[in-house]
């Protein structure tokens, strides 16, 4: 049985938690948004929530960089990690919480060897979507010109944006929700890409087997043939051998 390094043990150990603490992450951050009229109270303990899911995934990397063998290839081998720790400190905003806290969980579930790439690419566009549509209903809702004013425009928004439709009826007006929108539509194109690929690499995995098997089977049909001709040889050297004996 192969042994874990201390690293990688802490990788298997810590997952589920962190994941449990995105889900966390997830209800802290949609409820103020969802729920205009929520009070000061239940924001203010929301932005703890996030808070502390930040801290935990930033207490994730730093023990994963002291566990690392060779901590410079670890630093230089994980950098959108280590930019995903740094990014809400230079800035405290709700949004680059969010965009910090979905790129530590995409590296994480990632380095999860048991996760499989439908499986993350659907996780993926799940969350693009919900976070998607909650980031552009907080900084559209209340713009002078903006028409995306409830959770529902916004979902129908993120879903045309990132499979590129864009049929226009809801657009951003500002300059945050238009960056959020590019960053749908880049991943959107993104995961289009990936899907493709996949279903051409799992087609060409087919192709592949079937012409080894025809392969084998030819192979196995000359080797027939061959023992076949080889016993022909050998009976008719019996027989002349029998036809020489006789007086």
């Not at 194109?189 to 690929?197: E, R």
Request: aromatic share 8%; charged share 20%; hydrophobic share 50%.
């Amino acid at each position: 049985m192969e042994r874990l390094s201390p690293q990688a043990r802490w990788e298997r150990y810590s997952e589920r938690p962190l994941l449990a603490l995105t889900v966390a992450f997830t209800v802290a951050y949609a409820v103020p948004i969802v729920d205009g009229s929520a009070g000061y109270s239940l924001t203010a303990m929301c932005t703890v929530v996030e808070w502390v899911v930040w801290g935990a995934f930033a207490v994730d990397y730093v023990i994963r960089l002291a566990l690392a063998p060779r901590r410079g290839e670890f630093v230089r081998r994980h950098w959108p990690d280590l930019c995903a720790v740094v990014l809400p400190i230079l800035q405290p905003l709700r949004l680059l919480r969010l965009v910090s806290t979905l790129l530590l969980v995409g590296r994480r579930a990632r380095m999860a060897p048991q996760i499989r790439l439908t499986t993350y690419v659907v996780g993926s566009v799940v969350g693009l979507l919900m976070f998607g549509s909650l980031a552009v209903l907080s900084v559209e809702r209340d713009s002078p010109r903006g028409n995306i004013r409830t959770l529902g425009d916004a979902v129908w928004w993120s879903f045309t944006t990132m499979t590129t439709v864009g049929y226009g009826d809801h657009a951003p007006t500002t300059g945050l929700g238009r960056m959020i929108a590019v960053g749908l539509m880049l991943s959107g194109i993104a995961l289009l890409g990936v899907v493709t690929a996949n279903i051409a690499a799992w087609f060409i995995s087919r192709f592949e087997k079937d012409d080894v098997e025809e392969r084998r089977q030819t192979e196995a049909i000359a080797s027939l043939v061959e023992e076949v001709r080889l016993l022909r040889v050998e009976v008719a050297r019996l027989a002349a051998q029998r036809e020489e004996q006789r007086p």
